[in-house]
């Protein structure tokens, strides 16, 4: 089975600017959850979907929004980018209320 | 919300020494994930450890659910096992896929 994929895995944006990030999950997960990554504040969760339905949201500014797709691949959006969104963003897939599988991440960087 | 702590910060190891890293959080759980991340960002999937004891190769982990407290053992380590250690565990302890994860340990090992 092919595991959870990111894209893109790099990206530069400059400030102002929106980023849409790509998270396709194992097949036969429904669930999707992104996670953003810093040095300061460790691994924060952002927001889950389900069967196309955000489910869980974390404490991030409205300027994060996501969503799901029929067929369970999800995106992310970052609009107005900020220098403090250079992240690491991680998404992972579960069946359920399961084990989480992450994916490789990508690495935005906000010039 | 749960919280989740770590220990030690940092380790540093000669390679075929043995280490224990301690995940302690602050209410009851129904599951808990290891986690290392690799240098190029990706969280691998160590164990699933609810409760009990578990074993792959060289790590093994044990979790007390009513103590609140999961260790993993490495032994005879080796310079692949270099990189950064989580613990993470549902938020409110439950019904949800939303992840706290410690703020790691950060393990060398030396040649």
């Known amino acids: 089975k092919a595991g959870v994929t990111q894209t893109p895995r790099y990206l530069i944006k400059t400030r102002g600017q929106q980023v849409t990030l790509s998270c396709s999950p194992i097949?036969?997960?429904?669930?999707v959850s992104w996670y953003q990554q810093t040095p300061g504040q460790g691994l924060q969760f952002l927001f889950e979907?389900?069967?196309?339905?955000?489910?869980n949201k974390g404490n991030f500014p409205g300027r994060f929004s996501g969503r799901q797709f029929s067929n369970s691949r999800s995106e992310m959006n970052v609009s107005t980018l900020e220098l403090g969104d250079s992240a690491l963003y991680l998404c992972?897939?579960?069946?359920?209320?399961?084990?989480?599988?992450f994916g490789p991440g990508t690495r935005l960087t906000v010039l | 919300g749960i919280q989740v702590e770590q220990s030690p910060p940092d380790l540093i190891l000669q390679e075929g020494a043995n280490s224990t890293l301690r995940c302690n959080f602050s209410?009851?759980?129904?599951?808990l994930q290891w986690f290392h991340q690799n240098p190029w960002g990706q969280l691998i999937n160590l164990f699933y450890?609810?409760?009990g004891t578990k074993q792959n190769g060289r790590l093994s982990a044990t979790t007390v659910a009513t103590e609140r407290y999961s260790l993993l053992y490495i032994s005879s380590s080796q310079t692949t096992d270099s990189g950064v250690y989580f613990c993470a565990v549902p938020n409110y302890g439950g019904a949800t896929n939303k992840l706290i994860f410690g703020t790691g340990t950060l393990l060398a090992v030396q040649p």
């Open positions: 097949s036969g997960h429904r669930s």
């Open positions: 209410d009851s759980v129904n599951n």
């Open positions: 450890i609810p409760s």
């Open positions: 979907y389900f069967s196309e339905t955000q489910r």
């Open positions: 992972a897939s579960s069946p359920s209320y399961n084990e989480q599988f």
